[in-house]
């Protein structure tokens, strides 16, 4: 059962992820819009073809059902009759000529080694399938047969043919279950073949009739087969990496050849080789990998073979660089090129790409080839590190080849005016060229009164975007001037109401403006109950809040600040041409103890994430205590100065940094950070250390507590119990109140500055020495924590199990829900975040759940009480930060007061 909240909650945030209404996101799209009609436009004057398939896209019909396929590319072993020739056997197609499906003439054999009947499309050219579709035979209710299994050969020269099995070496794909139902199974990995053989399998009893259709796009790679060493195994901590290409289908010794495997499948590997793509894989899957000590040269060589003579323009590897473990990409390519069976090409193409020893994230690498002409290629890669690893590679070439999606219908029947050995795939019609070059002509001044008008919207939106900008920074800095004895930064509180168009480096949990959420007034339209319970609505009775606050009563993000506003106090102007306009502004009254930090000084330990914006790396900096000293109060220096060894012991920090690619509203956003951070000073809140803004990589230096994340901290403790014995590492109930009394501290001095976290949970909190807890915002920049966030159609990320039930519903974010999270916090602790909050119901479910708070029937469901958690925290504590009435809930002080009680 569905109900009407969520219902209305999904189909909103499904539409907003489609449709985008706010000026920034308007630019973005309509950016990107623009560039793909220009990319178009060059491929379709210059014919160019981008030979880099996606997987993901690469997912045209091919044409069994549009008749694209002509019947004489359809074969078979055999029929039953001429009434269920091999013709007929295209998908969700009947002409009413035949009985509506192919059918053998001898039933298929269940046993592998008998007899095995096919149905065999020729595609003409070779193509990158990536899904099939088969169907039985019905005939109008005259016939009921279908296979309920099926193999599929598939062979690239007609000659050599390969059986397809999956990724787990599955051989054998489920078919139907009935004849009408069309049954669609992915290819895992995909095929590259022109010829494709579905081979059906079924008991003596049963007669088998099939229907099938093909999906992809043509190889424009033209790639037949490529040869490399065999990939090899590396022991990385008693781990066993297995870096071998587990999908190659030619033959496999100490050298693969003949074949095509992982390197062209259209997956990259992620930037860390031990993880994979694919579920359940072992540590190194989606690499293909050689250790420097096995070749004596110093280079990996491999051969690529294609189907033709071709023009060369490029070639992509995409190759992991985690040098923190040994990896690189290659130093050197080196390249030969043969046009023939003859021998190589003398003259060959050497290219060094630039060395990377900042970022380890895998990349494409780009070798110019340097149009050169050629049927063969030989590429000599020369190590750089102790391994080498590939994930993928292709390449591109120009031509005058059509791209050919099969999506132009041609007529069924043979084909006519063609020539001995032409293809009616790439056949052109020369006695058109004067009404090709006008159509092509009418499609320019199209595509460009297209650009005009796209570029002219995106004048328009941001002249709008900057006048209402204007009027929320009035209207929100009257308002909050009245917090200034609240503020300890109120010369800049003009900089923190501005929220319309931030794109916080947290990878904002919702966008925060009036376009991108309905009012409780818009919601009565359409869900009658909010207008019975329109009272009860925590936070909407009557406010002062402008409607561009969305609701979150004008608290800002904690992390959050107005560089424009920023820009205004320092320099009298809303607008900077650089970016060290941006950093003297920063850096100037209250900012200049915020002092720049030397780069060179900082020694990369360990990636802890990757968010949108930037990534967030684990670091030793030296000479950061004396650079403490001058930045911090004592307070927040002595709980630094606790390690080991002085004043010249390196210090673990967390880097946050900008990526170079970021545009300027990221920029604004990371700088927007730095100005709220460096004005937190809280023995419970973590505290920016200082600043690397001279160059255009942005990084900030944040404190990093030695024991990591509370969530993980606890997962590994069990609760002290005298009673049992085990050689985990013991917590005290004692120590767990500790800790929730200091969060509760922490988020009573940011509710203290009216700033909302918004992602309050166990991940987002740090554990130092004798159980110190300090709040931090790095939860949901970790894969590690992913699976706590729900992502709406790749965009948004909700934390929904933690978020109350007006902030998922109606998008107010403020301290009473900030409270509930305390909440769900407190719960985590409390069970010593053994399970995931509602680990019991999917994300749908909680949803819905969420939909019962609302009601407020007594429906809802509440996190059960923890096995160590008195009934009376628990009924007192935590149910009440559950309360569906905002206002009813505790504040941060009272629930400090409570817990401090509880711990005396």
């Given at each position: 059962?569905?109900?009407?909240?969520?219902?209305?909650?999904?189909?909103?945030?499904?539409?907003?992820?489609?449709?985008?209404?706010?000026?920034?996101?308007?630019?973005?799209?309509?950016?990107?819009?623009?560039?793909?009609?220009?990319?178009?436009?060059?491929?379709?004057?210059?014919?160019?073809?981008?030979?880099?398939?996606?997987?993901?896209?690469?997912?045209?019909?091919?044409?069994?059902?549009?008749?694209?396929?002509?019947?004489?590319?359809?074969?078979?072993?055999?029929?039953?009759?001429?009434?269920?020739?091999?013709?007929?056997?295209?998908?969700?197609?009947?002409?009413?000529?035949?009985?509506?499906?192919?059918?053998?003439?001898?039933?298929?054999?269940?046993?592998?080694?008998?007899?095995?009947?096919?149905?065999?499309?020729?595609?003409?050219?070779?193509?990158?399938?990536?899904?099939?579709?088969?169907?039985?035979?019905?005939?109008?209710?005259?016939?009921?047969?279908?296979?309920?299994r099926?193999?599929?050969k598939?062979?690239?020269?007609?000659?050599?043919?390969?059986?397809?099995?999956d990724?787990?070496?599955?051989?054998?794909?489920?078919?139907?279950?009935?004849?009408?139902?069309?049954?669609?199974?992915?290819?895992?990995?995909?095929?590259?073949?022109?010829?494709?053989?579905?081979?059906?399998?079924?008991?003596n009893?049963?007669?088998?009739?099939?229907?099938?259709?093909?999906?992809?796009?043509?190889?424009?790679?033209?790639?037949v087969?490529?040869?490399?060493?065999?990939?090899?195994?590396?022991?990385?901590?008693?781990?066993?990496?297995?870096?071998?290409?587990?999908?190659?289908?030619?033959?496999?010794?100490?050298?693969?050849?003949?074949?095509?495997?992982?390197?062209?499948?259209?997956?990259?590997?992620?930037?860390?080789?031990?993880?994979?793509?694919?579920?359940?894989?072992?540590?190194?899957?989606?690499?293909?990998?050689?250790?420097?000590?096995?070749?004596?040269?110093?280079?990996?060589?491999?051969t690529?073979?294609?189907?033709?003579?071709?023009?060369?323009?490029?070639?992509?590897?995409?190759?992991?660089?985690?040098?923190?473990?040994?990896?690189?990409?290659?130093?050197?390519?080196?390249?030969?090129?043969?046009?023939?069976e003859?021998?190589?090409?003398s003259?060959?193409?050497s290219?060094?790409?630039?060395?990377?020893?900042?970022?380890?994230?895998?990349?494409?690498?780009?070798v110019?080839?340097?149009?050169?002409?050629?049927?063969?290629?030989?590429?000599?890669?020369?190590?750089?590190?102790?391994?080498?690893?590939?994930?993928?590679?292709?390449?591109?070439s120009?031509?005058?080849?059509?791209?050919?999606?099969s999506?132009?219908?041609?007529?069924?029947?043979?084909?006519?005016?063609?020539?001995?050995?032409?293809d009616?795939?790439h056949?052109?019609?020369?006695?058109?060229?004067?009404?090709?070059?006008?159509?092509?002509?009418?499609?320019?001044?199209?595509?460009?009164?297209?650009?005009?008008?796209?570029?002219?919207?995106?004048?328009?939106?941001?002249?709008?975007?900057?006048?209402?900008?204007?009027?929320?920074?009035?209207?929100?800095?009257a308002?909050?001037?009245?917090?200034?004895?609240?503020?300890?930064?109120h010369?800049?509180?003009?900089?923190?109401?501005?929220?319309?168009?931030?794109?916080?480096?947290?990878?904002?949990?919702?966008?925060?403006?009036?376009?991108?959420y309905?009012?409780?007034?818009?919601?009565?339209?359409?869900?009658?109950?909010?207008?019975?319970?329109?009272?009860?609505?925590?936070?909407?009775?009557?406010?002062?809040t402008?409607?561009?606050?969305?609701?979150?009563?004008?608290?800002?993000?904690?992390?959050?600040?107005?560089?424009v506003?920023?820009?205004?106090?320092?320099?009298?102007?809303?607008?900077?041409?650089?970016?060290?306009?941006?950093?003297?502004?920063?850096?100037?009254?209250?900012?200049?103890?915020?002092?720049?930090?030397?780069?060179?000084?900082?020694?990369?330990k360990?990636?802890?994430?990757?968010?949108?914006?930037?990534?967030?790396?684990?670091?030793?900096?030296?000479?950061?205590?004396?650079?403490?000293?001058?930045?911090?109060p004592?307070?927040?220096?002595?709980?630094?100065?606790t390690?080991?060894?002085?004043?010249?012991?390196?210090?673990?920090?967390?880097?946050?940094?900008?990526?170079?690619?970021?545009?300027?509203?990221?920029?604004?956003?990371f700088?927007?950070?730095?100005?709220?951070?460096?004005?937190?000073?809280?023995?419970?809140?973590?505290?920016?250390?200082?600043?690397?803004?001279?160059?255009?990589?942005?990084?900030?230096?944040?404190?990093?507590?030695?024991?990591?994340?509370?969530?993980?901290?606890?997962?590994?403790?069990q609760?002290?119990?005298?009673?049992?014995?085990?050689?985990?590492?013991?917590?005290?109930?004692?120590?767990?109140?500790?800790?929730?009394?200091?969060?509760?501290?922490?988020?009573?001095?940011?509710?203290?500055?009216?700033l909302?976290?918004?992602?309050?949970?166990?991940?987002?909190?740090?554990?130092?020495?004798?159980?110190?807890?300090?709040?931090a915002?790095?939860?949901?920049?970790?894969?590690?924590?992913?699976?706590?966030?729900?992502?709406?159609?790749?965009?948004?990320?909700?934390?929904i199990?933690?978020?109350?039930?007006?902030?998922?519903?109606?998008?107010?974010?403020?301290?009473?829900?900030?409270?509930?999270a305390?909440?769900?916090?407190?719960?985590?602790?409390?069970?010593?975040?053994?399970?995931?909050?509602?680990?019991?119901?999917?994300?749908?479910?909680?949803?819905?759940?969420t939909?019962?708070?609302?009601?407020?029937?007594?429906?809802?469901?509440?996190?059960?009480?923890?096995?160590?958690?008195p009934?009376?925290?628990?009924?007192?504590?935590?149910?009440?930060?559950?309360?569906?009435?905002?206002?009813?809930?505790?504040?941060?002080?009272?629930?400090?007061?409570?817990?401090?009680?509880?711990?005396?």
């Amino acid at each position: 059962m569905r109900f009407p909240p969520f219902n209305i909650f999904r189909k909103y945030l499904e539409r907003r992820s489609s449709e985008t209404e706010s000026g920034v996101q308007l630019t973005a799209v309509s950016g990107m819009e623009v560039l793909q009609i220009r990319h178009g436009l060059l491929l379709f004057l210059l014919a160019a073809v981008r030979a880099q398939v996606n997987p993901g896209v690469c997912r045209y019909p091919l044409g069994m059902t549009g008749g694209q396929i002509l019947d004489e590319d359809i074969t078979a072993s055999s029929q039953w009759s001429e009434s269920t020739a091999a013709r007929y056997g295209r998908l969700d197609f009947d002409d009413g000529d035949g009985d509506g499906a192919w059918c053998p003439d001898i039933v298929a054999d269940a046993d592998i080694g008998g007899p095995r009947e096919f149905l065999q499309v020729d595609l003409r050219s070779l193509h990158f399938v990536t899904l099939v579709g088969t169907q039985g035979r019905h005939a109008d209710g005259m016939g009921n047969e279908f296979a309920q299994r099926y193999r599929i050969k598939y062979s690239r020269d007609g000659s050599r043919w390969v059986a397809w099995q999956d990724r787990s070496g599955r051989k054998v794909i489920e078919g139907n279950r009935n004849a009408y139902d069309v049954v669609l199974k992915d290819l895992e990995p995909p095929i590259i073949a022109r010829y494709i053989r579905f081979m059906p399998i079924a008991d003596n009893s049963m007669i088998v009739c099939m229907r099938v259709e093909l999906y992809g796009c043509e190889w424009l790679d033209g790639l037949v087969s490529y040869s490399a060493p065999a990939g090899q195994d590396m022991i990385y901590r008693g781990l066993d990496v297995h870096l071998n290409d587990s999908v190659y289908d030619g033959t496999v010794g100490l050298l693969m050849e003949q074949g095509l495997g992982q390197l062209t499948d259209g997956a990259w590997g992620r930037d860390d080789f031990l993880h994979s793509h694919v579920y359940g894989a072992w540590p190194g899957y989606d690499y293909v990998g050689w250790t420097n000590e096995s070749f004596p040269r110093g280079h990996v060589e491999m051969t690529f073979e294609f189907d033709r003579v071709r023009n060369f323009t490029s070639m992509k590897v995409h190759c992991s660089n985690m040098f923190s473990r040994g990896v690189r990409m290659f130093r050197q390519a080196t390249c030969h090129f043969r046009t023939s069976e003859s021998d190589w090409e003398s003259q060959a193409v050497s290219f060094h790409p630039p060395v990377d020893r900042v970022s380890q994230g895998a990349r494409f690498v780009t070798v110019p080839l340097g149009d050169r002409m050629a049927s063969a290629i030989r590429c000599r890669l020369a190590f750089n590190e102790a391994w080498m690893m590939i994930s993928e590679v292709a390449f591109q070439s120009a031509g005058t080849a059509v791209y050919n999606t099969s999506l132009t219908p041609r007529k069924r029947g043979h084909p006519t005016n063609l020539l001995p050995g032409e293809d009616p795939v790439h056949k052109v019609d020369e006695s058109n060229t004067r009404i090709l070059i006008g159509c092509l002509v009418a499609v320019i001044v199209i595509l460009l009164a297209v650009i005009v008008i796209i570029l002219w919207r995106q004048v328009w939106q941001k002249m709008l975007e900057k006048a209402s900008r204007r009027i929320l920074d009035d209207e929100l800095s009257a308002r909050l001037a009245i917090q200034t004895q609240a503020f300890s930064f109120h010369h800049s509180s003009q900089s923190s109401g501005d929220m319309s168009n931030s794109n916080s480096t947290y990878e904002r949990i919702f966008p925060l403006c009036s376009s991108d959420y309905q009012e409780p007034s818009r919601l009565i339209r359409k869900l009658p109950e909010f207008a019975q319970s329109l009272e009860d609505l925590a936070g909407s009775s009557k406010s002062s809040t402008p409607p561009q606050a969305c609701g979150s009563d004008g608290a800002p993000h904690y992390a959050e600040a107005d560089i424009v506003s920023l820009q205004e106090g320092a320099t009298g102007s809303k607008s900077y041409s650089s970016v060290t306009a941006v950093n003297m502004s920063l850096l100037s009254g209250k900012d200049r103890d915020m002092r720049e930090f030397p780069r060179d000084k900082l020694t990369f330990k360990e990636k802890l994430g990757e968010g949108q914006f930037g990534e967030v790396h684990l670091c030793e900096a030296e000479g950061m205590q004396e650079f403490i000293k001058r930045n911090l109060p004592e307070a927040v220096n002595d709980c630094l100065n606790t390690a080991e060894g002085g004043s010249d012991t390196p210090v673990l920090v967390a880097v946050k940094t900008l990526r170079e690619d970021a545009n300027k509203d990221a920029r604004n956003d990371f700088l927007k950070e730095i100005r709220i951070m460096s004005r937190l000073r809280d023995p419970n809140i973590v505290s920016l250390l200082a600043v690397c803004v001279e160059c255009d990589l942005l990084c900030m230096i944040t404190e990093y507590m030695e024991n990591g994340d509370l969530n993980q901290f606890l997962s590994s403790h069990q609760l002290n119990d005298e009673t049992q014995s085990s050689d985990k590492a013991t917590v005290s109930y004692s120590n767990l109140i500790s800790m929730c009394t200091q969060i509760a501290s922490g988020m009573k001095y940011l509710s203290s500055l009216n700033l909302v976290h918004r992602d309050l949970a166990t991940r987002n909190c740090l554990v130092g020495k004798n159980y110190t807890i300090k709040i931090a915002d790095f939860g949901m920049s970790r894969n590690l924590y992913r699976g706590d966030y729900y992502r709406i159609q790749g965009r948004a990320v909700l934390p929904i199990r933690w978020m109350s039930w007006e902030s998922i519903l109606l998008g107010k974010f403020t301290m009473a829900s900030d409270v509930w999270a305390f909440g769900v916090t407190l719960w985590e602790i409390m069970t010593l975040c053994k399970e995931q909050p509602y680990s019991q119901f999917s994300d749908e479910q909680v949803i819905e759940n969420t939909g019962e708070f609302f009601r407020d029937q007594g429906k809802q469901v509440y996190l059960p009480r923890p096995a160590c958690c008195p009934a009376v925290l628990y009924s007192s504590l935590m149910l009440g930060c559950w309360r569906r009435n905002a206002k009813q809930r505790p504040t941060f002080q009272e629930i400090f007061s409570q817990l401090g009680e509880s711990q005396a």
